[in-house]
Nanobody, 129 residues
Framework: QVQLVESGGGSVQAGGSLRLSCAASGYTVSSRAMGWFRQAPGKEREGVVVIYTGGGTTYKSDSVKGRFTISRDNAKNTLYLQMNSLEPEDTAIYYC??????????????????????WGQGTQVTVSS
C-alpha cells in the first residue's frame, strides 16, 4: 500500500525558508515521477515542481525555480522541497504526490494533478508579510 506523509510546514515571515519532507512507503520514490503541489484558499490545486525518475525536473515558473528546489533521498525514500525567499503568495497547503504509472508514450502534463494517483495529507505553509 502506497503511503505519503508530508512534514515540515509552518509559519514564517516573508524572506524566510522552510524544507518540506515527504516520506514514502509501499514503493520507492525513484520509481515514479513525484511532484509537489499546493492549494491556496479558494484556489485550485496547482503543480509547483516535479522530479522524474531520471532526476530531471520541471518547475511551475522561473520565479519558483529560483527559490524552490526539489530533491529526493533514495536511501531514506523521501522527497524534499527546499523553499527559500518565501513570499506571502506562497501561502497554501502543500502536497506531495506520486504519478500514475504509464506504459508507452505519455503526452500529459506532469504539473497537472490528474497525472497523480497517490497523495499525502498535506502540510500548511503560511508566509506573513
Amino acid at each position: 500500500q502506497v503511503q505519503l506523509v508530508e512534514s515540515g510546514g509552518g509559519s514564517v515571515q516573508a524572506g524566510g525558508s522552510l524544507r518540506l519532507s515527504c516520506a514514502a512507503s509501499g514503493y520507492t520514490v525513484s520509481s515514479r515521477a513525484m511532484g509537489w503541489f499546493r492549494q491556496a484558499p479558494g484556489k485550485e490545486r496547482e503543480g509547483v515542481v516535479v522530479i522524474y525518475t531520471g532526476g530531471g525536473t520541471t518547475y511551475k515558473s522561473d520565479s519558483v525555480k529560483g527559490r524552490f528546489t526539489i530533491s529526493r533521498d533514495n536511501a531514506k525514500n523521501t522527497l524534499y522541497l527546499q523553499m527559500n525567499s518565501l513570499e506571502p503568495e506562497d501561502t497554501a497547503i502543500y502536497y506531495c504526490a506520486a504519478a500514475r504509472l504509464y506504459y508507452g508514450t505519455y503526452y500529459g502534463s506532469y504539473l497537472d494533478p490528474a497525472t497523480y494517483e497517490h497523495w499525502g495529507q498535506g502540510t500548511q505553509v503560511t508566509v506573513s508579510s
